[in-house]
């Protein structure tokens, strides 16, 4: 076998002793173990021990990022991309904010330089990001009690939160709806933090098992960390309503359990940022210490630059001081310190009056378009299946995403057949929808929904 | 009601951002921060690159940006330059498609994720990391589930490498271990091996099968050519073997801020490099999806085109040699002084950084009467010096010298 090779190859690789070595056994094209390599005037000969890589297997594509790969590669022209959450014009093209190339021309007309952000990133873009969470005016803002740090977008916010419940929560598990966002538990799977679900959606009625989330949050151990989504829940678009969320933080009260809200579409969901802040500030009112991850890649469309953060409301801002310290402590050995340019943007926009008077009519306008796909989708639906079946879900959902109701065969449908590029959960992205293909995308649903199962 | 936080102690700054912190709350018009690597100009003022400026300007003026999410493993083209980059574009292993590049948050990130890939795919989980190095080296490790363990680097007796401690030390390391190797320009200390004990280095770990990973944060920095700075990486990965090499844009393109480096991972084969990228992926998935476009996309800019790519070069060259030559004021205006002690070692020592070989007391002692900013381990950043602080540098370590122990 080729362990004489191995012996003959790797202890001795100087010039001289290869060279002789290479005479006695031939030419190297000739033996399958043995290849020459030249390098300048150097000639080695070297055995092909196996990689040390040679067991791992070849990881399947991500379920949601893996779909607009799929879809560039579909040479048909009817072809739709709804997979993932990326807002685009009627036109169908990404949208660069105008407020943001205003920003982005400001900055580079400032000069500013590009020196390390300190560990918990731009204090301006920190300050910003809380008061929008929150109100300006609220007493946690108000008294210093939000610990709150720049993250990597809403995943990397998520994963510093994981890492410091891991850390000083040991045992504490986390409760996430079902169904959530797919990369929640990869998140708390590479952190080390157990979890389990909570009832969520209901297929009978494409909408809230308010009964069943209520029981499983009640049931979970005292302590046990339940993430919400602030708005626009994703993938099913099915938010409580301002009762249901009364009652949810009621239940959590009861039980002593730490709220960690996920907010990636503040200003997406109603258009209004201070209406869709509503559950975390009902919370933040009754005086509850919990978490909240922040994302702008979608209110303020800056998906690539990966600018969110991670803010702990604690019950003392000596506490807020102490876990902003220990975020550092995780962050460092990760990154080090976040990216700037993100940052600066949002402190920009935010920190300017009139800027950010134009991102909130950007912002309505963006949800707004989306309301308007949905009205159209909904009709169109109404208007060719003659089943009777009722698709007012469509409309009661909020956000960017609908959950369809459709299934795995369903979905696969939606795409083999008709070109449609979705998840397999059924959940489509109505920001990815145009409302000339409206007629045609309710083509396809009703086809999947009633001649597949 | 008990907050839930109560048994939340509070951190400690990090001991060399923390340097800057301190440097900043000093009122003192005689400060000087020799602290975090950073470089700075004669008159001590940060640096934005001129070439930066101009490829930032393109981008920003480019109607046909946009700000989509970029794949999971980071751009392309800027993986495949960065590839290029350090490996040269005659490398075999990239002719070869054997070479495994994702865009990583600069080198910190590209250690993590490289780290974390090993915990999961690798039969060995011990890293060898040098004594001393820098100082996030062990978390960044042991938070990826690494054990550590260091081998002997760095001789305080003369200021220099102790190779016999080294071959030693990684000669009784088990098979299969991961060895962290700092490319050139070794930090903290600016002791770097000559290319004959790279030679045998590399021969003693292929003999092993230890792994390598290459830091590889100041390409160009040190001497001020790029392909000289890669000589240690390019000799190892032309032996056919396998390597990971984590690179960071921090200091040679000044970037530092905008978090760009890359994880190369070189193969056997083209077909193991394409799922150790597909591996690679599940890493960074969980951690922050994808990677920061805008200093991938400015560094891209300046890779690609080759008249920019000549301006970096001179720029990047004009950044090592006023390095260089603080490094010879220093020494020059200490022996002035006639100050105890040998100190060739600051000539001798390459990179940011010198490891001045003061202690600890001698340290704070410089901090508190002279209001020298540095890290506690002796080590002074030479990018943070200009001709104009050399005297008050060299007042403050007569004084530490002389008057403490």
Not at chain 1, 283 to 295: K, L, N, P, W, Y
Not at chain 2, 52 to 79: C, H, M, T, W
Not at chain 2, 326 to 347: N, V
Request: aromatic share 8%.
């Amino acid at each position: 076998m080729a362990s004489s090779m191995l012996s003959l190859g790797s202890t001795s690789l100087l010039p001289r002793e290869v060279n002789k070595d290479k005479l006695k056994l031939g030419t190297s094209g000739s033996n399958p173990f043995l290849k020459a390599k030249s390098f300048s005037r150097v000639t080695m000969t070297v055995a092909v021990k196996p990689s040390r890589f040679e067991g791992i297997t070849m990881a399947p594509p991500d379920p949601i990022l893996g779909v607009s790969e799929a879809f560039k590669a579909d040479t048909n022209e009817l072809k739709l991309n709804l997979g993932v959450g990326a807002y685009r014009t009627e036109e169908l093209q990404p949208y660069v904010l105008n407020v943001v190339k205003k920003a982005e021309n400001l900055m580079l007309e400032r000069g500013d330089n590009k020196e390390y952000l300190p560990i918990e990133g731009l204090a301006a873009f920190n300050k910003a990001t809380a008061e929008l969470l929150f109100g300006a005016g609220h007493p946690v803002i108000k008294e210093q009690k939000v610990a709150t740090i720049q993250g990597l977008s809403g995943t990397g916010s998520l994963r510093l939160a994981a890492a410091l419940i891991e850390r000083y929560f040991p045992g504490a598990k986390v409760l996430i709806s079902a169904p959530t966002w797919g990369n929640h538990k990869n998140i708390f799977n590479d952190a080390k933090v157990p979890w389990s679900e909570y009832r969520y959606y209901d297929p009978k009625t494409i909408g809230l098992d308010f009964e069943g989330m209520i029981a499983d949050i009640k049931e979970a151990p005292e302590g046990s960390f339940i993430l919400l989504h602030g708005c626009a829940h994703n993938p099913t678009g099915i938010d409580p309503t301002p009762e249901q969320w009364v009652k949810i933080a009621d239940v959590i009260q009861e039980k002593n359990h730490i709220p960690f809200f996920d907010v990636a579409y503040q200003g997406f969901a109603s258009g209004s940022l201070d209406e869709d802040a509503a559950s975390v500030r009902l919370f933040a009112d009754r005086g509850m210490e919990f978490f909240v991850a922040q994302s702008y890649s979608k209110n303020l469309g800056l998906y690539a630059e990966r600018i969110g953060a991670i803010n702990v409301v604690c019950s003392s801002a000596d506490a807020a001081t102490r876990v902003k310290s220990q975020l550092k402590r995780i962050a460092r050995p990760m990154y080090s310190n976040p990216p700037v340019h993100g940052a600066r943007i949002v402190a920009n926009v935010v920190g300017d009056a009139a800027m950010f008077g134009e991102w909130k009519a950007e912002m309505e306008m963006m949800a707004g378009r989306i309301k308007t796909v949905r009205q159209k989708l909904y009709d169109s639906l109404v208007s060719k299946d003659k089943s009777g079946k009722d698709w007012s879900f469509i409309l009661k959902q909020i956000g960017m995403f609908s959950f369809t109701g459709l299934n795995k065969a369903q979905s696969d449908n939606m795409t083999n057949k008709w070109h449609v590029y979705m998840t397999k959960d059924g959940r489509i992205s109505l920001a990815g929808l145009s409302l000339a293909k409206c007629e045609y995308l309710a083509d396809a649903i009703i086809d999947s929904y009633h001649n597949v199962s | 009601m008990d907050s839930v936080f109560s048994k939340v102690d509070r951190a400690p700054e990090d001991p060399i951002l923390g340097v800057t912190v301190a440097y900043n709350n000093d009122p003192s018009p005689a400060k000087i921060n020799l602290g975090v690597g950073a470089y700075r100009t004669e008159e001590g003022k940060p640096l934005v690159l001129d070439v930066v400026r101009r490829a930032e300007q393109q981008l920003v003026n480019d109607p046909s940006r946009v700000k989509e999410y970029i794949p999971i493993v980071g751009l392309a083209d800027f993986n495949k330059l960065s590839a290029k980059l350090i490996l040269g574009g005659d490398s075999p292993a990239i002719q070869e498609s054997r070479v495994a590049t994702i865009q990583c948050l600069s080198g910190t990130g590209s250690l993590r994720v490289g780290a974390e890939f090993l915990k999961k795919h690798y039969h060995q989980s011990v890293i060898y990391i040098p004594k001393p190095t820098w100082g996030n080296h062990p978390k960044v490790f042991n938070l990826a589930g690494l054990s550590v363990e260091y081998y002997r680097y760095y001789d305080p007796a003369t200021r220099g490498l102790d190779f016999q401690g080294l071959l030693e030390d990684l000669g009784g390391a088990p098979s299969g271990a991961i060895v962290l190797l700092h490319a050139c320009a070794h930090n903290p200390t600016g002791v770097d091996p000559t290319s004959e004990q790279w030679e045998q280095i590399r021969q003693l770990m292929r003999s092993k099968s230890l792994l390598p990973f290459f830091d590889s944060a100041y390409q160009g920095f040190a001497s001020g050519s790029l392909d000289t700075d890669a000589h240690s990486v390019r000799t190892f990965v032309a032996d056919g073997g396998e390597c990971l090499i984590a690179q960071s844009y921090a200091k040679n393109m000044g970037l530092y801020g905008e978090r760009v480096g890359a994880l190369s991972i070189v193969c056997k084969s083209a077909d193991v490099a394409s799922k150790v990228e597909s591996q690679v992926k599940l890493v960074v998935r969980p951690m922050y999806s994808s990677p920061p476009i805008h200093g991938a996309s400015i560094v891209a800019t300046i890779l690609k085109s080759s008249e920019m790519y000549n301006d970096w070069t001179i720029e990047l060259k004009g950044m090592a040699d006023r390095i260089i030559s603080m490094r010879k004021q220093l020494f020059e205006a200490l022996q002035a002084k006639g100050t105890p002690g040998d100190w060739s070692h600051i000539i001798k020592q390459i990179g940011m950084f010198t490891f001045t070989g003061l202690n600890k007391e001698q340290v704070a002692f410089m901090t508190k009467e002279f209001h020298i900013y540095m890290t506690s381990d002796g080590r002074i950043s030479m990018a943070g010096l200009s001709s104009k602080t050399v005297p008050h540098l060299v007042d403050a370590i007569h004084a530490a010298v002389t008057r403490v122990g």
